[in-house]
């Protein structure tokens, strides 16, 4: 397979990188690449998760994938191809597809044609999160700021570690994530009792702010809201009085 090592790195390459399809030369700019952001080794902790179901988590998915299209997208040539497509890369490719609104239920649909949309496509994607998921090494109080910092810069918001401090919640990073072209933060905590937990923030097209909403999607409680030009969303396990009280204190904050 030939890879062109630019940035950022997708998760088929960093998938590569792990299952050992990059030559000394590219192995070299990827590990280059990681050593000077905290994120990306966040990102392929997640993708070499072994305790991870992966099977059961993306069978729904693998079953709707468009599979010629990423095929395609790999970019596999006939005289290097492997014996198939590894199982992890075809995920790798199936979250990317997801990311654009290709599967998952968005088919033909854009994710920000209205407010239901964008919720659930990230609940699609925190469904996928356990406990293991965020297992990792905590964060050191320089590399979280940094991801913070990164992070308010990319979407004009002010953000800082000591404010979105979570009682019994363990704070494990911040990253963008680009749906349709918009661009949604996401900052994670692993709760002590509940596990997963995200606030996840993009621009509002309307600028009133709205008070607290609840619901349930795909077994995880959400409590949404605008604020400051922002639409937020908080998701977790936690009960719905508990991420409320969270929603609370942290619309309080930024």
């Known amino acids: 397979m030939s890879w062109i090592i630019n940035a950022p790195l997708s998760d088929e390459m960093l998938v590569a990188y792990l299952d050992n399809q990059l030559n000394d030369s590219q192995s070299q700019q990827v590990e280059k690449m990681l050593n000077e952001d905290p994120e990306l080794v966040m990102r392929l902790n997640q993708l070499d998760s072994a305790s991870l179901d992966f099977a059961a988590a993306f069978s729904p998915l693998l079953d709707e994938a468009p599979l010629k299209p990423m095929q395609e997208k790999l970019t596999i040539h006939p005289q290097q191809a492997p014996q198939g497509i590894s199982r992890r890369t075809l995920i790798a490719a199936t979250v990317s597809a997801l990311a654009i609104g290709l599967v998952g239920g968005m088919k033909g649909r854009r994710l920000f044609d209205n407010d239901d949309g964008w919720r659930d496509t990230v609940a699609q994607y925190m469904a996928l999160y356990t406990r293991e998921t965020l297992s990792g090494g905590s964060l050191t109080p320089a ?112």
């Open 143 to 254: 590399a979280a700021s940094e991801q913070l910092a990164l992070v308010s810069q990319r979407l004009g918001l002010q953000l800082n570690a000591t404010v979105l401090t979570l009682s019994d919640s363990e704070f494990k990073g911040a990253r963008m994530l680009s749906y349709d072209g918009v661009s949604i933060a996401q900052i994670v905590w692993q709760d002590r009792q509940s596990g997963p937990l995200a606030l996840c923030i993009t621009a509002a097209s309307q600028p009133e702010d709205t008070a607290f909403s609840q619901e349930k999607r795909r077994g995880m409680n959400v409590v949404y809201w605008r604020q400051q030009h922002y639409k937020f969303m908080l998701i977790g396990h936690s009960s719905a009085r508990q991420l409320r009280e969270m929603a609370q204190n942290l619309a309080e904050a930024v």
